[in-house]
């Protein structure tokens, strides 16, 4: 069965350009989340959402970074006026219910970023 | 001070061999805890959830202190195929949604 895509795999961008990475989540599934993972880090959270909703923006680093799931399945992260310490690979990763205490997430392959 | 701290190794093992990892946690309200593995340039999958009697899986046991809040995972009979980044992740009551890695324990096995 179809897993989480992302897309771009790979994305180089100049710095200051805006760039918007998408996330095809598992059919159905309630939870999507975004991670940002530096080189020798583990992820990092970035945004929560509960089918449309954003319910946590808490990890997001900056205004530069935006998240949308309008219709609660496919959701894209832009970051505006990118800099080069947004390089990184951004993860996204779905969940089959609300975000709950043993619910196991499914990650994308994600995206790699590098801002010149 | 970090969520979530690891030992980021390498750990260079033998097959065969035995091989265990500790991870302590700073929040005592931390609730929920697992286990990842990620192999190079790849995605995060899960390995096992860790639960409060401890668990095993195969090869694999996890173990939860809380007292001392660290989880620990053993790894008996190591393959080459074990070799990878470990990735302890834990979040905490009330806030389900947000988990915390740590930076990950590479572990290399050797033939």
């Known amino acids: 069965g179809a897993g989480v895509s992302q897309s771009p795999r790979y994305k180089v961008a100049k710095r200051g350009q805006d760039v918007a990475l998408r996330c095809d989540p598992i059919?159905?599934?309630?939870?999507l989340f975004w991670y940002q993972q530096a080189l020798g880090q583990g992820p990092e959270f970035l945004t929560y959402f509960q089918n449309e909703a954003q319910l946590d923006k808490s990890g997001l680093p900056s205004d530069r970074f935006f998240a949308e799931r309008p219709e609660g399945s496919v959701s894209t992260l832009k970051i505006q006026r990118t800099q080069q310490e947004d390089s990184a690979v951004y993860l996204c990763a779905s969940s089959a219910r609300r975000a709950g205490s043993q619910e196991t997430q499914y990650f994308g392959p994600g995206t790699r970023l590098l801002v010149l | 001070r970090k969520e979530v701290e690891q030992d980021p190794g390498p750990f260079n093992v033998p097959e065969g061999a035995t091989v265990a990892f500790n991870c302590t946690y700073s929040?005592?309200?931390?609730?929920?805890f697992f286990w990842y593995r990620q192999d190079c340039r790849k995605e995060p999958k899960l390995l096992m959830s860790?639960?409060?009697s401890g668990n095993e899986d195969g090869r694999f046991t996890a173990q939860l202190n809380r007292a001392s809040q660290y989880i620990s995972l053993l790894i008996r009979d190591s393959k080459l195929s074990d070799s990878a980044t470990y990735l302890c992740v834990v979040n905490r009551l009330y806030n389900f949604n947000k988990f915390y890695f740590g930076s990950g324990t590479k572990l290399n096995v050797k033939p």
């Open positions: 059919s159905g599934h309630v939870s």
């Open positions: 929040n005592s309200a931390s609730q929920s």
């Open positions: 860790v639960y409060s």
